[in-house]
């Protein structure tokens, strides 16, 4: 008998706990999509600051304005945790031309890779070889590439579903082209745009040269989607075409710049730290609004939308908006760093740097007990079209902080649309539907409360049972 | 052991089954990502004719252009179904302005509502008097309302997170507005936008009179979000507040118009039909990309996918671009019932009208068995992210083909962004993704290979094994 009346009160208690997280999840939706402020802060990032590069002061006026805006939140902690950044700057506009052996021209769309150096002055012109991979490049060997621009040309996969599979299939042409094409003595290099598409607009992001010494660093910028298959066709029927591009990008030194950081103390566990964050910075071209403005304002939301929403978590939640996830990693590092010096015990970090599209759902750095758990609060996301519960990687910035203990986690969402935009002019704000920012928004915010109310270890699974 | 063998012929028979379906399905997704025809047949439907108003030109144009590309297919069959429709005329550009009490006048952005008739010469200015629905209305009773304009001012309901739902709450003041409002002696009728954005874009749509007398017959129009807070704000401070609007818009005389069909006349069913479609009419202020470009394409690429991919139906696959959805009903209505004279026995109906968006499922109108059935089939769409299999509504140019044995069904894109866009000027080429437009194309082909090999009823569950 007495065990009977314990399962009853055991299973009543579960139902009781499910239907009030059922009803909690749509108080958080409803005041996301109703009284949302995420929308509002990414108009202000993006179209009264704008691009936000690293070292620039744009960055800078995005740190004020988003410390502002938290401290107006009634948080019990606002503070900038201050980090050295790398400053490099795109200079003039880029200028590139591919010139027929006849000496007619035509005018392609470039624009410099970060962290690129600049081309000699008045631009570099050279022979072009164009090769899909680094083993193509280096069966050629310095006989064939020194002197040339090496052009790579590999296209994102279209078949892939996943849109970032199709990037991470091609993305060291970007990262590493200039460094692998200047060990065999070449004068440059231009990458095909990381896009699925095919459309007019360079698309930048970091590069790298590695330890090579200056001798040896060669210019590299991206090239159109379009303009490279122009340049590809035109090269299969003129092998003596040559390509001219000229820019005038440099490395400065390392600036001061900050991570914006806010919290609500946890009122049990309050060196239990559950973090969400984005960054901060983004290349220059468009105004970053989904690369990561709307992983910033999303996770400003989250710690704003557990107030509204009248909860009062048990566990620290911190909103961290990173400096310097695009071309250095700085912010993350430095945050990372503090925090282990504290003894800070962060059980789970979640960003958003996907874009601010229709969230799907999750991506998770944990074991498998720890999924299960967090898997087994699939149905109440159903609501919500929130389907995607899967292991796999979690995120740039919250890379540093993973733990045995720690879970990191991505928040995914729908990525048809977003290598459209990804580091080019076109990722602007007009580009963010409200709604799907909310909806993102409201969905870290729910997985942050069960999260807090829960625990995260299978250990700690029967909380809600000790209440 | 004859149980034995048999239950091991059986299993290994399902197995390979699964494992042929799996890779099917990567094959009709690989073809629509990397050789699909949707997006090209958008391109000239949108850019090249336009909008596709019942009865206009350019809906002929498109009648024409789609015959003629799905006799390139090398189909079995191509023909055209002759079907009477309405032609409704929008006239000259609607104008409109509130005019304060001092006489200051501010022009707001308005379009006639379909099948709406003109204000008087001169147009029509009138007090204003706002409500929220008909219950409201009808209390203010004919009083309040004779002789002024009738603003129906409802919003969607944001925090509905499927769209169509919120449009389903409020659409009734689009539709039937005008019919209660003349009844009560009202002048005219504006209606809030269906939009769940402010924005400055008026959206029409179809509007009926029911069976009025034609001296109760009232313009109606739409107004932008925007300009319906600016009407409500104003109204709010100013009673005495005017509203002015001009329109020309006419019915004229019927018009014959068409079906356009097309068939892979099926190897062993050939009178069992499954059919895929969309409407080839559109409101004439955008082009009709979503709304309903976006259907008829993915229609005819899925059986154009579904030859590419070697595969050969059983059953007789039709598309059919049904004429005249917005405004009648008139195509779906006739291909009914020359199926029925016919005798044609349907068993599967799958129309993509909601949008050339990501798609994410399915919506069913079927037996609770034969839903089960299509389930089982989830696991099979998880590569590609097609997670929403529920029962419920299909689309309207299924509808009236609905019988005990016809299984309707609906693609269900996502929904967040569709009625920034629909019936509006920006439905238009430039927002539908090329890649979600694939998408959407190879999940409507890998349902209908999956029921045409494996049939719809229960009882057809098992033909896999006679094979």
Known sequence: MKKLVLLITILSSVIVSAQTDAETLRTIYTTSLTNGKSYEWLDYLSNQIGGRLSGSLNAEKAVEYTKEELEKLGLDKVW?????????????????????????????????????????????????????????????????????????????????????????????????????????GAVGVIVRSMNLRLDDLPHTGSMSYGDLPNSQRIPSAAISTNDAEKLSSMLALDKDLKFFFNQTCKQMNDVQSYNVIGEITGSEFPNEYIIVGGHLDSWDLGDGSHDDGAGCVQSMDVLRLLKESGIKPKRSIRVVLFMNEENGLRGATKYAEVAKQKGENHIFSLESDAGGFTPRGFSFDCSDAVF????????????????????????????????????????????????????????????????????????????????????????????????
């Open 80 to 184: 900038l945790q201050p980090v050295m950044v790398p400053k490099w700057v795109r200079g003039t506009k880029e200028y590139a031309f591919i010139e027929s052996g006849s000496g007619s021209t035509t005018t392609v769309n470039i624009c410099a890779l970060g962290g690129s150096i600049a081309t000699p002055f008045g631009g570099v012109k050279a022979p072009v070889i164009e090769v899909q991979d680094f083993e193509e490049l280096k069966k050629l060997g310095r006989l064939n590439v020194a002197g040339k621009i090496v052009f790579f040309n590999r296209p994102m996969q279209p078949d892939l579903i996943q849109t970032f599979e199709a990037y991470g299939g091609c993305v060291n042409q970007r990262y590493a082209g200039a460094m692998e094409a200047g060990k065999l």
């Open 372 to 467: 299960n758990k967090i898997e087994s609060w699939r149905s109440l996301f159903k609501p919500y079209l929130i389907h995607y519960f899967e292991k796999g990687g979690s995120g740039a910035d919250v890379g540093p902080l993973k733990t045995d203990t720690n879970v990191c986690a991505g928040l995914r969402p729908d990525s048809q649309r977003y290598f459209d935009h990804h580091h080019a002019a076109n990722d602007t704000f007009e580009h963010v539907n409200k709604r799907e920012l909310e909806l993102g928004a409201a969905t870290m915010t729910s997985l942050v409360y069960l999260i807090d109310k829960y625990g995260i270890s299978p250990i700690s699974n029967n909380e809600e049972l000790k209440d």
